[in-house]
């Protein structure tokens, strides 16, 4: 993984000292909170119901045992022993003081971990799949590009007060696992008909109050133009987007507005002016950064592991993990792990520091020191021989960790919520609590097969409960929490927006509707199909009648 | 159009140095026990609002907020959800927050 450079260490150390300064000046009261807040905000410091919450980048997901064990550090030091993994690959502490923040980011920074740009109208952490450079299906490693944009973000001076939050998104894989047609800007790796390696380039996608998917902006743009072309992008958007309403202020609207073709025709105009301007980078820096980035040394294996086969036949949760918490890498004889932060009643994307220090210490035995975060807030050990998942299992499941429902049902992704959010409607975290004691028995999750909840508490959607098979949206009525369901949506390849499906339903009654969803999509599916192929057969109506009619 | 106040209302902030949810008190304190906090309605919440504000010029509280109260038996408590779960702590981690030092069954 990429190591930082003089220049990056004395950037975030700068940066640390600036902001201890910084809140001095606000504790002495030489500061107001008017004067404050945007600078806290751009280093990650929010201010939530109960407390101070710091968000906290993992870059693209990838992080090393040691960061891991960092994180775990300062959530037992400065916090109250936990930490939550969120949709943007980040961490987020729930309870640090305000005075005691700097001293977090200077033990971060030591681990070459940040806050910056975790927060305010700039660009944000840039996600990417999960499994970069360990899976099977993929082009190229999308994290040397992910690398080469959190370069050039980072402190970009033109676009650090843009219009509204900007977020990227990178997959080199077919399948997309990091919702890329849901960002302001989505790369995919492709390769031309002369076999070069470059982009598709979207654009216009967001979640929010206004769900878009991204359009397609260019079909293949070539690798080495890559920083020049989202430069003129972000030009286009800084210059047109609307700063008179934060509700229209995303590239979405503008795009919108003005027309996928002619944001199109704009950029590429834009970028005639700025390809020359020497914003790329030489092919020696990306090969450098590349280098960072080399796969690990694997001897190849066997595939069969008659451990995991045994430990398999006689206990039902091993096999069904193996089976959905594990899938192939690109070495034959090694898997990716995806640790389930998903415990049946527990909080969806929470970790403790005990946990933590566990995913390091397994890191650092199985998978290279590598960890991963994905945006559906799980945790991934990369490069784990078969023949380790009997005693890496073992492990997990004594520290709670060892959940077998990757991909289904109760996997889902889920905001914080009201429980926490001071901008939440709603409770999400009980409601995915019910959801999973509903759904407790895994030989029914099974039978359900892969299915993608997302509950949001809030129109903002943090949860992405556009993108769910089944989505929940959490609501203030009078006071009153209310929950509506929406089906159809999709955050992968086949991305698609969830449609409302009624009138919400209190915290029992969403549980339940959830329940007579399944029950039709059980009794419609076809042999193999999955929900989201037979609602997309069958439509919404036979799913309304079914939680509605019968009320 | 700003939605119009009716009804008591009580003044919530969060302390500048943890963020805790804390309550403008009777006695122009501060304090995350709701049944200390200052209510009022009409001209005398205006009152209430300008003492209150003190605080933020001294540094102490950041974002105050006036919200609906519920009064039972002379005490105020948040009359919503949101800020009833602000002054409790997380509904989901009853370990944590003001929860944990205080009686709010009662409350």
Known sequence: MYAYDKFDRDMVDVRVSEFRDQVERRVKGELTEEEFRPI??????????????????????????????????????????????????????????????????????????????????????????????????????????????????????????????????????????????????????????AGEVGFEVLAGGGMGRTPVIAKTIR????????????????????????????????????????????????????????????????????????????????????????????????????????KNNTNAHKVPGYVNVTISL????????????????????????????????????????????????????TDLDEAGLGTANVGLLTDMIVCPGLDYCALANARSIPIAQAITKRFD?????????????????????CGHHHAGHIGILGVDRKGQELYQILLGGSGAEDASKAGILGPGFDEHGIVDALEKVVAVYLGERLDGEEFLATYRRIGAQIFKEAIYDAA | MAKKITGPQMILGNYLDDGRAVFFTRDGGWSADTSLAAYEEGEALDDLITEAGKSTANNLIVDIEVIGARVEGGSAYPAHIKHAIQAKGPTVRTDLGYQVATDWEAA
């Not at chain 1, 790329?280 to 590349?290: S, Y």
């Not at chain 1, 028995?441 to 959607?461: A, F, Y």
């Open chain 1, 40 to 193: 806290r905000l751009m280093n990650g410091l929010y201010l939530q119901l109960h407390a101070y919450m710091l968000r906290v980048a993992v870059p693209y997901g990838t992080m090393s045992a040691d960061q891991m064990r960092r994180l775990a550090h300062v959530a037992r030091k400065y916090d109250k022993g936990y930490g939550h993994f969120t949709t943007r690959q980040n961490i987020q502490f729930n309870w640090p003081k305000l005075s005691e923040t700097p001293d977090i980011l200077e033990e971060l920074a030591e681990v070459e971990m940040h806050a910056i740009q975790t927060s305010g109208n700039c660009i944000r952490n840039v996600t990417s799949d999960q499994f970069a450079g360990a899976t099977a299906d993929e082009i190229a490693d999308p994290r040397p590009y992910a690398e080469l944009l959190r370069q050039w973000s980072s402190f970009h001076p033109e676009f650090s007060f843009l219009p509204r939050k900007f977020k990227f998104a990178i997959t080199g894989a077919d399948q997309d696992r990091a919702a890329v047609k849901w960002h302001d800007i989505g790369l995919i790796v492709r390769k031309n008909d």
């Open chain 1, 219 to 322: 079909e293949f743009l070539p690798e080495k133009d890559l920083l020049s072309y989202v430069e003129a992008m972000l030009r286009v958007y800084n210059e047109q987007g609307r700063r008179d309403n934060k509700y229209k202020a995303r590239i979405k609207i503008l795009i919108e507005a003005m027309g996928a073709d002619e944001f199109a025709r704009q950029t590429e105009a834009e970028w005639e002016r700025v390809k020359d301007a020497h914003i790329d980078v030489p092919a020696e820096e990306v090969a450098r950064i590349k280098a960072f980035f080399t796969p690990p040394p694997l001897e190849v294996l066997s595939i069969d592991a008659p451990a995991l086969e045994d430990l398999s036949k006689e206990n039902f949760v091993f096999a069904a993990w193996v």
């Open chain 1, 441 to 461: 028995d895994m030989k029914r999750l099974q039978d359900i097969g892969p299915l993608k909840v997302k509950m949001s508490g809030c129109i903002n959607s």
């Open chain 1, 342 to 393: 998903k415990p049946h009643g527990g909080i969806p994307g929470d970790a403790s520091s005990e946990q933590m220090d566990l995913v390091a210490a397994l890191a650092d035995e199985y998978s290279q020191s590598e960890i991963r975060v994905s945006h559906e807030q799980n945790l991934i050990l990369p490069h784990v021989a078969l023949r380790d998942l009997p005693a890496i299992w």
